[in-house]
């Protein structure tokens, strides 16, 4: 043995229980080379004025997004203390101790649309207890007692039980 440790891939679902991976899972690798994924966004449109001629001129533009995907590469002790549940993934069924948690997780993940005023004062992953909310065009900014976030509407946040 070199004296490293030797790394997993974590990835978070939804539902709350994370999948670990060996870094050499087939099912990973675009987490794992830090792949880009194009997606066609379809076409905007957009007004650049009048011709000669008085009609007006619309220029046509392919929308795409882009995704990062960047793998979350953990030790076994780091995995073990992971606030959340996690599982082996079914093809590599990698070697790691057994999830230590059960039942539910004492991590709840949330919209930021879901905020309420039973949520203030609990503690947020990241800015601690929550004291303010604030939304705008381009999402939210959540603050707490030590910091504070910004969250696209679409995204989620994420505090404890």
Same mark, same amino acid.
């Given at each position: 043995?070199? =004296?490293?440790a030797t790394l997993y891939v974590l990835n978070e679902k939804g539902d709350g229980v994370a999948v670990v991976h060996t870094s050499a899972c087939g099912t +990973? !690798?675009?987490?794992? !080379? !830090?792949?880009v994924k194009w997606e066609? =966004? =379809?076409y905007s449109y957009e007004y650049v004025g009048k011709n000669d001629d008085g009609d007006s001129v +619309? *220029?046509?533009?392919p929308n795409s997004s882009v995704t990062h995907y960047e793998a979350l590469l953990v030790t076994v002790d780091e995995l073990v203390a992971w606030p959340r549940r996690y599982r082996r993934c079914q093809v590599c069924s990698p070697n790691v101790p057994d999830s230590p948690r059960t039942?539910?997780?004492? +991590?709840?993940?949330m919209r930021p649309q879901s905020i309420g005023i039973r949520h203030?004062?609990?503690?947020? +992953?990241?800015?601690?207890? *929550?004291v303010a909310i604030t939304m705008s065009a381009d999402g939210f900014q959540i603050q707490g007692e030590s910091g504070s976030i910004s969250i696209p509407h679409d995204g989620y946040v994420e505090y404890r039980r």
């Open positions: 043995m070199n =004296g490293e +990973i !690798q675009h987490q794992v !080379q !830090q792949a066609d =966004g =379809g +619309i *220029l046509e533009k039942g539910r997780s004492d +991590i709840v993940r203030f004062g609990r503690e947020f +992953i990241g800015i601690g207890p *929550l």
